[in-house]
Nanobody, 121 residues
Framework: QVQVVESGGGLVQPGESLTLSCAAS????????MGWYRQAPGKTRELVAT???????NYADSMQDRFTISRDNAKNTVYLQMNSLKPEDTAVYYC???????????????WGQGTQVTASS
């Protein structure tokens, strides 16, 4: 089993920045894509950004200018730098990791518990 744990969420004022971290642990043979999604009140879960094990990134268009995803493969950790936060960024942010537990085995997607980000004055 793989555990995925987010940290760094909290309350900030509009215009400020926040960095989220997400670490994957457990009996992991390899990690593939890692990513961030978010779910605002009354809305469905939406893509924020993803990053491959080689560093290729993909962003939702609305996140491109203000958010940056990165990862540290040695630490099995993915980060999300969020700048110029707006009230509409308020949501629960979820991290996911695609992982193999065995060589040549299937890839499963594991999800963290989510962390609340609130941008409000």
């Amino acid at each position: 089993q793989v555990q995925v744990v987010e940290s760094g969420g909290g309350l900030v004022q509009p215009g400020e920045s926040l960095t989220l971290s997400c670490a994957a642990s457990g009996s992991i043979f390899s990690l593939n894509v890692m990513g961030w999604y978010r779910q605002a009140p009354g809305k469905t879960r939406e893509l924020v950004a993803t990053i491959t094990d080689s560093g290729r990134t993909n962003y939702a268009d609305s996140m491109q200018d203000r958010f940056t995803i990165s990862r540290d493969n040695a630490k099995n950790t993915v980060y999300l730098q969020m700048n110029s936060l707006k009230p509409e960024d308020t949501a629960v942010y979820y991290c996911n990791a695609d992982a193999r537990l065995l060589p040549g085995g299937p890839v499963f997607r594991y999800w963290g518990q989510g962390t609340q980000v609130t941008a409000s004055s």
